[in-house]
T-cell receptor
């Protein structure tokens, strides 16, 4: 597609349920990032995929969070046993990294997650 | 680890006023620096960037100069418009930090007519 696509755009879930958030990056982009943006806050890094390298999971806040990227393209962020503090906008971004050069990171519109 | 610090908002200005949003960073090596903007109800989009010391990024009347000696990348605009009201994020990308894209906390700008 023309840009980074995220789905769903909005998700309301009950506390304790599992959720899956999807990100379709721009075709050919090797790098994919997940961030979380809580109301009125900055961007909190969650996880980073680059090509076939092992992902950088250093930002995942707990073991309830996991992510995968299949075939170097689509990524899914899974939150198990959701808690109210997980409520936030989850943003995905992709960019093309060639060696030491990183081009612009393009962001999706985000998924607004509300845990009730 | 790498970090980006921005001035806290909100910043409230009248139309045609001069804007400065301060951004300083801590990083090893030679990171690339970015300003992203998030307009109300929209996603983040790149505003401008600079990839090496003394580079000046510019777009839509906004400018920022990569100052390695002061580790800063302050955003400026000579005459703001109501349409510039948004949240601005300073960010850095550093190959020395595993290609991480690190963001500051964001600064909300409100421009009044």
């Amino acid at each position: 597609g023309a840009g980074v696509s995220q789905s769903p755009s909005n998700k309301v879930t009950e506390k304790g349920k599992d959720v899956e958030l999807r990100c379709d990056p721009i075709s050919g982009h090797t790098a994919l990032y997940w961030y979380r943006q809580s109301l009125g806050q900055g961007l909190e890094f969650l996880i980073y995929f680059q090509g076939n390298s092992a992902p950088d999971k250093s930002g995942l806040p707990s073991d309830r969070f996991s992510a995968e990227r299949t075939g170097g393209s689509v990524s899914t962020l899974t939150i198990q046993r959701t808690q109210q503090e997980d409520s936030a906008v989850y943003l995905c971004a992709s960019s093309l990294v060639r060696g030491l050069v990183n081009t612009e990171a393009f962001f999706g519109q985000g998924t607004r997650l509300t845990v009730v | 680890g790498d970090s980006v610090t921005q001035m806290e908002g909100p910043v409230t200005l009248s139309e045609e006023a001069f804007l400065t949003i301060n951004c300083t960073y801590t990083a090893t090596g030679y990171p690339s620096l970015f300003w992203y903007v998030q307009y109300p109800g929209e996603g983040l989009q790149l505003l401008l960037k600079a990839t090496k010391a003394d580079d000046k990024g510019s777009n839509k009347g906004f400018e920022a100069t990569y100052r390695k000696e002061t580790t800063s990348f302050h955003l400026e605009k000579g005459s703001v418009q109501v349409s510039d009201s948004a949240v601005y994020f300073c960010a850095l990308w550093n190959t020395n930090a595993g290609n991480m894209l690190t963001f500051g906390g964001g600064t909300r700008l409100m421009v009044k007519p």
